[in-house]
């Protein structure tokens, strides 16, 4: 099946360090959603993005809509020990009511 | 507002079988799509329906449907199961009834094991 590009895979990051993930695509899109998923439980909506070039925050986390619409970005400032989990990355292309899935990032925090 | 709910959380089937999953989306949210999670497959897009009618379905053979109901109630089924099946079962509701800023939100997902 399809999936998007995300990097890193995995991280493991002192507590109060900063986080920086991204996703690609070879084709264009016009919405991209980033989200956190727990073990056991379903993924968690942190930030969507509507527009290329759109900065968006939701607290300590920042996300990004690429410029070239292709790509996107997601940060984690002073990471906590409630950061763990996996984040992924969702985009939507023009025209189709479904996502792509990037391959996730999984975030481990070191206290 | 309560949010996406899905049930059964957890089952097991047999190979052959067949299972029926149930969502219920976000109140008043009209769309509502599924997804399959697997280890090597990520998360993968099955199908996306609104105001009873499928919109979008993804690559996964006939043995996979879906329905909505008029209350936006939705189930999927899949015939004939295989050890391949097992996954988590994601629902996901949107409030949005056109493919642009169509933000979804995830319920907590039907684990199924084929055995």
């Known amino acids: 099946g399809q999936q998007l590009n995300q990097s890193p895979q995995s991280m493991f990051i002192q507590e109060g360090e900063d986080v920086s993930m991204n996703c690609t695509s070879s084709?264009?899109?016009?919405?991209w959603l980033w989200y956190k998923q727990d073990p056991g439980e379903g993924p968690v909506l942190l930030i969507a993005l509507y527009k290329a070039g759109e900065l968006t925050s939701n607290g300590r986390l920042t996300a990004q809509f690429g410029i070239t619409r292709k790509d996107s970005f997601l940060n984690i400032s002073a990471s906590i020990p409630s950061d763990v989990g996996i984040y992924f990355c969702a985009g939507q292309g023009p025209g189709t009511y479904k996502y792509i899935f990037g391959t996730g990032t999984r975030l481990k925090v070191l206290a | 507002k309560a949010g996406v709910t899905q049930t059964p959380r957890y089952l097991i089937k047999t190979r052959g079988q067949q299972v029926t999953l149930s969502c219920s989306p976000i109140?008043?949210?009209?769309?509502v799509s599924w997804y399959q999670q697997t280890p090597g497959q990520g998360l993968q897009f099955l199908f996306e329906?609104?105001?009873?009618?499928?919109?979008n379905k993804g690559n996964f053979p006939g043995r996979f449907s879906g329905r909505q109901f008029s209350n936006s109630r939705s189930e999927m089924n899949v015939s004939t199961l295989e050890l391949g099946d097992s996954a988590l079962y994601l629902c996901a509701s949107s409030g949005s009834s056109s493919a642009s800023g169509n933000t979804i939100y995830f319920g907590e997902g039907s684990w199924l094991t084929v055995v």
């Open positions: 109140s008043g949210h009209r769309s």
């Open positions: 084709s264009i899109f016009n919405t």
């Open positions: 329906y609104f105001s009873e009618t499928q919109r």
